[in-house]
């Protein structure tokens, strides 16, 4: 596991610095019904984006805070990766897209009945947002709102 003494001196003082929020996830923690009753989506902070979608705009300052749809049958290898950290290395996602977008496993754990299903959408976020306010306030409420509206019951997040 990296450390962060393993990164550029510029990334380690910026991580040492960073005004981290703390947020109590417990209260949204408990599954209402059987695992395998439950319908799963993934949000992951891969920045990965479909063809026809455009790509995260990595000139933000601060980061995009905006999300791409992700539908259960987006086939992983035409997906495009648009990050803006130079220090996040994409190389095992090129070769792999299920490392951060587990579509396929979510399929195989439908099929043997461990969990109920696969939501329709799924959602990319871009890592590395160091000025989260839109995030937190706009965007992430309103994919919670679609997930909802789903009748997602668990969500697997997956940070890049």
Request: charged share 25%; hydrophobic share 40%.
């Amino acid at each position: 596991m990296a450390k962060l003494s393993d990164l550029k001196p510029v990334y380690y003082l910026f991580m040492r610095a960073y005004p981290y929020r703390r947020i109590d996830w417990r209260p949204a923690s408990a599954l209402s019904r059987p695992l395998d009753e439950c319908r799963i989506a993934i949000v992951t902070t891969a920045a990965f984006y479909r063809p026809d979608q455009a790509p995260f705009d990595e000139k933000i300052r601060g980061g995009d805070t905006s999300y791409r749809e992700l539908a259960v049958s987006t086939d992983l290898a035409t997906l495009g990766i648009a990050h803006k950290s130079d220090a996040f290395d994409s190389a095992g996602l090129e070769q792999d897209k299920n490392l951060a977008l587990p579509l396929d496993r979510l399929r195989e754990l439908a099929e043997a009945r461990v969990i109920g299903g696969p939501a329709p959408a799924h959602y990319s976020f871009m890592g590395s947002i160091s000025a989260p306010k839109h995030l937190m306030e706009v965007t992430a409420p309103e994919v919670a709102a679609r997930l909802k509206a789903d009748d997602v019951d668990a969500v697997l997040l997956t940070p890049a």
